[in-house]
């Protein structure tokens, strides 16, 4: 017998091992998402993909299928919190969509679209960060950056460069260089690294370049 669950009626076979999120994924469910990458470990942090299972608040790209399971996620109330979490991103940076060079090929706005959110709704916070500029060829602007840590696992899990990191905690917590200098530059990142294709947002950018 094989095994499936039900996500908003339909069902949906999973295979062991995988996730809520991925059997969806591969079912063309889409639940949406911003920390979670098909080829990294799932992290949980963005906290986006959060669906009802049996009746609890669950994060789906850390819950593992199993049969029998009831799986809500498109729904009137888990799209409201899904905005509240997007509202929320949006004012903690500095996210000014027309004038961001990922505009067009963003997570974060695309999500934005998808979900309906037609206002920050919060006071913004307008946090000075810095821009780094010193690579030749990569450009960093440090206020796009939602802490997904895509680019962190990228760095260190396929690249084995560690050129990225999360330094700080709670509120503070930030995207740090991995170097003495903290420039860019006096790392050994490359355009071929994994680390320059996974972010979601237009923080990590190829200069020359826009979409």
Do not use: W
Request: aromatic share 6%; proline share 5%.
């Amino acid at each position: 017998m094989s095994q499936t669950f039900t996500i908003d009626g339909r069902v949906i076979p999973f295979a062991e091992g995988q996730t809520i999120l991925q059997a969806a994924s591969a079912a063309g469910i889409f639940i949406p998402h911003l920390c979670h990458h098909p080829d990294f470990k799932p992290h949980g942090s963005c906290k986006l993909c959060t669906v009802k299972v049996n009746g609890r608040h669950m994060a789906s790209c850390t819950t593992q299928a199993a049969r029998g399971q009831v799986v809500e996620s498109n729904t009137d109330e888990l799209n409201a919190e899904r905005r509240t979490l997007l509202q929320m991103l949006f004012v903690e940076g500095n996210h000014f969509c027309p004038s961001c060079e990922k505009s067009g090929d963003c997570k974060l706005q695309a999500t934005a679209y998808e979900l309906g959110m037609m206002s920050p709704h919060f006071d913004h916070f307008y946090p000075s960060r810095p821009v780094d500029a010193s690579h030749p060829e990569i450009l960093l602007d440090f206020n796009r950056c939602i802490l997904c840590s895509l680019c962190v696992r990228a760095s260190r899990d396929v690249d084995r460069k560690y050129v990225f990191a999360l330094s700080g905690r709670g509120i503070g917590t930030k995207l740090v260089v991995n170097a003495e200098s903290g420039r860019l530059a006096d790392t050994d990142v490359g355009l071929e690294d994994k680390a320059l294709q996974v972010c979601p947002v237009g923080v990590i950018l190829r200069k020359r370049r826009g979409f």
